[in-house]
């Protein structure tokens, strides 16, 4: 009896302390959220860009004759890894069954080398030394692959276990992190949560000692984003007090959600707070406009002239989902769309053939500059091109629009209810709780329109949530027949009790124009989920063409146009006469959005830095020219722009109906 009860126990305190404070929320396989409407075509004009075809030339991830054997298969240290778990997801929710074979090649010949000891990649039978981190991305992919092929979850979660007792005893004999998985610990950390979650075959003790041995050998996030030690400004003149690698922009990305993932094992909600003051540093004192923050490698600070790099983008978009999922906090969502409809766009041509090592929030032109305004990137960082500056974002930027939308729903671990965590035009099919079978379609072409329409088909009653952005002002929400009332979110969250059979709801989710500040005394203007700046007129100038690819282009750009305004802030109105109809395809480009901010402006004397980029906005600038009325775009269809004006005060009153009353009525 007493030997019994002491078994019973030493089990209970086994379970504790290899378990894992459970998710809020949680994704639904990929595939079960479909994009519609203008974000399906966003991702077939990807799939018809560089992203769909850079494995048929490029020649860090192809496997073309002309490269030489499987030099595909061998670089599962970086471009490999970030190809497979970013084409993974493109190609299912595009259904490009030429790409999706591509990908089980892939993963084929990934498990097939793998060696006697557990080590997964190109160091097999090599005398090359042995680092964890180029793995990390590869097992983002192949739980993508196993989630839409469920008969492919017994070798890949073989192969992870595997690999998990082998990268256990490397880290306890101090081996496999370089300065790269010292930084990035946190993504095998996610990895092996996962596994713990859904496979963990009795290991949950190793699953969670190897999760202890990760933090322990990496950097202390909760250090480096500790308000004592954060810098709060650019940090190329500052002394960094850990690895030099802790303020890399990339590598910041990717550590903000680190205390979110130590948390579920440390069970300890100081990591969680201690996650939400860093995300809040980190865009308190490197912030852009434009939803993201600046690091031109390191940490850049607040000068609108200074770079963000495109890898960074979408790993912050990773991180905030993570953070979501753990933390219920609806300000990571809040974020994470605004720079999926803003920062993301930007940094990419229209037809995403080129994208740019480093975005700038002010960009007058994107060419070769010397002297350039990055301490650490050289001078062609803000080229369009296959691989201006650095390969690596060509291969990582692919996952950043189709991650986003097969988060965009999510479901509560219990099943019991789903939630539409980010707005915009999305199908679903999932089975909750019951057996369930719902389906939400969700027409709208946010975030251009404030109006969303949601049919949800369901077999029995459950709990639907909708996230109600933090921007919204006098949102309202009906439901099937009855008349629209105000949205009473709840931690940022609708609810909504729908019944069995057919539920119509309609949003109406309208937003002010808000003025932000910005250094200088200037301003930036945002509108619900999108930001406007000034669209510089532009000539392009093609520098070059890839030999293998005539498409993939370096291309240069040049304002052909006044961009030097100042504007007044208050005068600015929304304008949505292009809404309604079918938007043009593709969407991020000159000219296409339908929706605009008008504002006063005049030209002021704004210098040059160096030959081509932006000084500062100029401080108590004065009109050289008389004023008038300019149109702002959605930041992401822009290319070169000025977001941060100087201000001046027009002559112009802005009658109070011509204002909110006025425009928010439906052309
Ligand atoms: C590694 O080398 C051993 C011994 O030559 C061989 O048996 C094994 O097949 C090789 N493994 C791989 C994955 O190539
Ligand atoms: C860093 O120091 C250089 C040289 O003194 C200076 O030009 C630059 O403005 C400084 N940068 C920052 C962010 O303080
Ligand atoms: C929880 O985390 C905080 C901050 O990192 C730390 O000071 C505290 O000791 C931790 N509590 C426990 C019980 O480990
Ligand atoms: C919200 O309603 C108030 C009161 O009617 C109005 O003053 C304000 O302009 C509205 N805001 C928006 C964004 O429609
Ligand atoms: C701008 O004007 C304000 C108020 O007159 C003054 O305090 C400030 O020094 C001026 N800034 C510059 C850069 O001239």
């Known amino acids: 009896m007493a030997s019994a009860k002491i078994l019973v126990l030493s089990a209970l305190v086994a379970s504790s302390t290899a378990s894992l404070a459970p998710l809020h929320y949680k994704t639904i396989p990929l595939g079960s959220v479909q994009p519609k409407g203008w974000i399906y075509d966003q991702l077939v004009v990807q799939m018809n860009g560089l992203a769909g075809h850079e494995h048929e030339f490029y020649e860090l991830v192809s496997d073309t004759d002309w490269i030489g054997g499987d030099a595909f298969y061998s670089v599962l240290e970086e471009a490999g890894s970030y190809w497979f778990d970013g084409l993974i997801p493109s190609a299912v929710l595009t259904n490009n069954e030429p790409i999706k074979k591509k990908t089980l090649e892939f993963l084929n010949y990934v498990l097939d080398n793998q060696d006697e000891s557990g080590w997964l990649g190109p160091e097999v039978n090599t005398t090359k030394p042995r680092y964890l981190w180029g793995r990390y991305p590869f097992f983002f992919g192949a739980i993508q692959l196993l989630e839409v092929d ?20 490397m880290l306890v004999n101090g081996e496999g992190v370089d300065k790269w998985a010292a930084t990035r610990w946190e993504d095998f950390v996610v990895v092996l949560q996962w596994l713990h979650d859904n496979h963990p075959r009795g290991q949950e003790e190793l699953l969670v000692d190897t999760m202890k041995y990760l933090k322990w050998t990496g950097i202390p996030w909760e250090q480096v984003f500790s308000e004592e030690l954060f810098p709060k400004s650019a940090v190329e003149n500052l002394t960094n007090p850990f690895e030099e690698l802790a303020w890399h922009g990339v590598n910041m990305a990717e550590g903000l959600k680190a205390l979110g993932a130590t948390y579920r094992f440390t069970h300890n909600d100081s990591d969680l707070e201690a996650a939400s003051v860093g995300w809040d540093l980190v865009f308190q004192y490197h912030g852009r406009p434009s939803g993201i923050f600046a690091a031109d490698e390191m940490l850049a600070g607040l000068e609108a002239n200074r770079g963000t790099e495109l890898c960074l983008v979408v790993e ?3 991180s905030g989902t993570f953070l979501y999922m753990v933390s219920e906090d609806s300000k990571y969502a809040d974020r994470v769309e605004r720079i999926t409809y803003n920062a993301l766009p930007a940094t990419l041509t229209g037809d995403m053939w080129g994208r740019q090592y480093l975005q700038q929030q002010n960009q007058i032109s994107a060419m070769n500059m010397t002297p350039n305004p990055f301490p650490s990137d050289g001078p062609e960082s803000n080229i369009f091109g296959l691989e201006p500056n650095y390969p690596c974002c060509t291969v990582a930027f692919p996952k950043g629009w189709p991650k986003f939308v097969s988060s965009a729903f999510m479901v509560t671990p219990d099943l019991e209810s789903l939630a539409q965590i980010y707005l915009g035009p999305f199908e679903t099919s999932t089975v909750l709780a019951g057996d369930n079978h719902v389906t939400v379609t969700v027409d709208t072409q946010y975030p251009f329109g404030d109006v969303l329409t ?4 369901a077999e029995k009653a459950f709990l639907y949530k909708i996230r109600i952005p933090s921007w919204v002002e006098n949102g309202t929400i009906a439901v099937n027949d009855a008349a629209a009332e105000g949205v009473t979110p709840e931690k940022g969250l609708q609810y909504v009790n729908v019944g069995a059979g057919t539920t119509v709801l ?3 989710l309208p937003a002010a124009v808000i003025i932000e500040a910005r250094p200088h005394s200037a301003v930036a203007l945002q509108r619900g989920p999108l ?7 532009r000539t392009e100038h093609v520098l070059a063409v890839d030999p293998h690819e005539h498409r993939a282009i370096d291309l240069q750009m040049e304002p052909a146009g006044q961009w030097a305004w100042a504007i007044d ?14 938007l043009p395809s593709p969407i991020f480009d000159f000219g296409r959005p339908p929706v605009s901010l008008r504002v006063q402006a005049c030209p002021v004397d704004w210098p040059l830095a160096g030959d081509i980029f932006a000084a500062p906005p100029p401080e108590n600038a004065t009109c050289t020219g008389p004023e008038r009325t300019i149109s702002l775009t959605p ?13 001046f005060e027009s002559s112009i009153i802005v009658e109070e109906e011509m204002n909110y009353a006025f425009i928010e009525q439906q052309p």
């Open 316 to 318: 912050t978009m990773l």
């Open 635 to 647: 930041y992401g269809a822009t290319k070169l722009r000025v977001s941060e004006f100087p201000t």
């Open 454 to 457: 949601t049919t949800i088909v």
């Open 531 to 537: 930001h406007y700046a000034y669209d510089i007129p």
């Open 150 to 169: 469920p008969s492919l979850t017994e070798p890949i979660v073989d192969a992870m276990h595997k690999f998990v007792a082998l990268a256990h005893e």
């Open 506 to 508: 309609v949003l109406d």
């Open 569 to 582: 802030p208050n005068t600015a109105v929304f304008r949505k006469d292009g809404l309604g109809t079918a």
